[in-house]
């Protein structure tokens, strides 16, 4: 009975392969855009789907308006040896990124497209557009992938980062998965200036099914504009916990980033108590950062904030007490008072070069 | 209007997992479990536009084994009038959750679906955009803020995004998803556990509901992620820069 179920299974696996395997993958990449360049993060999305499989056609889906949109296409048909295509949807309805357009553009292309993979990068635009999208062409997807070991196999951290899972897809295609940015970094490419880059094509939406458009309108953003490098993909994050004790007091993590050339963070503790806006969180439930080094003060190190910040390759912790979990993760600790050992730092480290 | 609320059985919070030895997942026998927290706060909004008399009726939902009553019952004790337990022997995937809440949305006709943004044991973020898009309802996800205009029918939402702070307006009936800061979930009083004794739940199993309970995702492995090496903890702050500029050769 054991060895028939066994057979049957390898028989199954090696059905599976095989139409795989013959197979080559093609990859449409959902990208976001904004002032005629392609965000960062959904590059990584271009790296991770790169690494898929070997032989893989990557064609890059832009959804938006006006001459920004078209600006963005050209950058996207040279960002990566591997774009092959990049599809343009120009249309009033993608002006704003709200769910339920893109997620009937995702099936749509899919549809024409017959793509083996799909691809977001696993910030708010990917986790908010492509499950809908998911459940329009009947898959499960797969959320906030670090590591792609072959075409159907995925690793993705599961209970807040404390395990790690490693799933195999076999439903039908496309296998669609959104991806962690800083699990796929963007090597520095030599744009060869001789190539046109890949061919730009736009996306015919006469088939567009609207029923479910239009029930949803976009109203504002509203942001704190600032001059320090972006949360998600800074080289330095410095962060500050509740022990910052005030909104007063956040500025001297602010001053010791500004040094650093840093971005900052906080934990829940500081944006609940008010010292800086939400979109500045780290951790599960914020943003995941694994900058070269991340400096936490006054920060306990719960496991929901480890979360968002454990890949960092330089982790310093400052904290009174000695005690905090922080200081398992930290390659450098210093017990003390940060009242007293930011502005020492302020002080004492090099102006940042250039 | 009816709100129906979707609450999810999970290890709790606080808990630190552990790998089973066998890598086949996290070890959940004897282990603390608790709603969801995402859950509590989408049932605490529920409740709240309940007594501004926005809504006559909080259904709260939850699929699993039996042992997911618990969960209901909490729900029940804050202030949900009225439970459904949908009967699952095994885990189910996301997709297979929001087939479920489609059907029991047929049933029951809800103007309004609340559920937690993700569960925080498989991270996954996924249910309510599927129920939604399998609706064929707008989804207003990450919801830090929501506004019930009754005449007009719609409900505006301030979600959380990577750049700040999105306004969208979306029409009723649809789907939202909770954020950490949407608000406080209430505690449920002691004289509340018992009167939620006596509320009425009502069970379904997948055949009575017709949806084939499938999986396209198979676990191969759960490990444990890296350890991180040991650090040092260091004596002043002349030090620390030291080894940043000189052992770590990051600033």
């Known amino acids: 009975m054991a060895s028939r179920l066994i057979l049957k299974n390898l028989s199954k696996r090696h059905l599976f392969c095989s139409s795989f395997a013959s197979r080559s993958a093609s990859t449409l990449v959902l990208a976001e855009h904004e002032g005629g360049s392609i965000k960062a993060p959904s590059l990584s999305a271009v790296v991770a789907a790169n690494s898929i499989s070997q032989d893989n056609s990557v064609s890059i889906l832009l959804a938006g308006s006006g001459s920004s949109l078209q600006q963005a296409a050209q950058m996207a048909a040279t960002c990566h040896p591997s774009v092959s295509q990049v599809l343009v949807a120009d249309s009033d309805k993608f002006a704003y990124p709200l769910a339920e357009p893109w997620a009937k553009l995702v099936q749509l292309v899919q549809q024409k497209g017959g793509y083996s993979h799909v691809v977001a990068t696993s910030g708010s635009f990917g986790k908010n557009i492509l499950p809908r999208a998911a459940a329009l062409l009947d898959v499960s997807p797969v959320t906030d992938v670090v590591e792609i070991n072959g075409p159907q196999q995925f690793v993705r951290p599961i209970y807040a980062g404390n395990a790690l899972c490693t799933v195999r897809y076999t439903g039908a295609s496309p296998c669609m998965l959104t991806v962690r940015s800083t699990s796929f970094p963007v090597p520095p490419i030599s744009v060869d200036s001789k190539s046109d880059g890949a061919p730009i094509s736009q996306v015919d939406l006469s088939t567009l099914d609207e029923d479910s458009i239009g029930r949803s309108r976009y109203i504002k953003l509203s942001s704190e504009d600032t001059d320090r490098p972006d949360l998600g993909s800074a080289r330095i994050v410095v962060t500050g916990g509740r022990a910052l004790k005030s909104a007063e007091n956040f500025k001297m993590i602010e001053k010791l980033a500004e040094k650093l050339g840093a971005a900052v963070g906080a934990t829940r503790a500081a944006v609940d108590a008010g010292f800086v806006p939400n979109e500045l969180q780290v951790g599960q439930t914020g943003k995941i950062v694994a900058p070269e080094l991340y400096m936490a003060f006054g920060v306990s190190g719960a496991i929901q904030h480890l979360a968002g910040m454990k890949d960092s390759k330089v982790i310093v912790a400052v904290n009174k007490d000695a005690d905090a979990p922080i200081f398992q993760v930290a390659d450098y600790g210093l017990v003390g008072d940060l009242f007293e050992v930011i502005p020492e730092l302020l002080e004492k480290l090099p102006e940042k070069k250039g | ?251």
């Open chain 2, 1 to 251: 209007m009816k709100i129906m609320v979707a609450v999810k059985r999970v290890v709790d919070y606080a808990v630190r997992i552990r790998v089973k030895p066998d890598k086949s997942g996290v070890e959940t026998q004897n282990v603390k479990m608790s709603m969801n927290p995402f859950c509590e706060i989408a049932l605490e909004e529920a409740l709240k536009i309940k007594e501004a008399g926005l809504a006559k009726e909080v259904v709260a939902v939850t699929m699993g084994p039996a042992n997911c009553v618990d969960t209901l019952r909490t729900g029940l004790a804050m202030g949900a009038d009225r439970g459904i337990h949908v009967e699952a022997a095994r885990e189910l995937v996301p997709l297979t959750v929001a087939k479920v809440l489609k059907r029991l949305v047929e049933v029951e006709n809800p103007g309004l679906l609340i559920l937690g943004k993700q569960a925080i044991d498989d991270d996954c973020n996924q249910t309510g955009q599927m129920i939604a898009g399998l609706l064929g309802w707008p989804q207003g996800t990450f919801a830090s803020k929501v506004v019930l205009d009754k005449e007009k029918q719609v409900a505006t939402v301030d979600r959380e995004v990577d750049g700040g702070l999105e306004t969208i307006c979306l029409d009723l009936p649809a789907v939202i998803t909770t954020d950490l800061r949407l608000n406080q979930p209430r505690y449920a009083t002691l004289p509340n556990i018992m009167k939620a004794k006596s509320k009425p739940i009502k069970k379904y199993t997948s055949e009575e509901l017709n949806v084939e309970i499938k999986s396209d995702l198979e676990i191969v492995q759960v490990t444990e992620p890296p350890k991180r090496k040991a650090g040092v903890i260091l004596s002043s702050v002349d030090e620390l820069i030291d080894k940043l500029k000189n052992e770590a050769h990051v600033i």
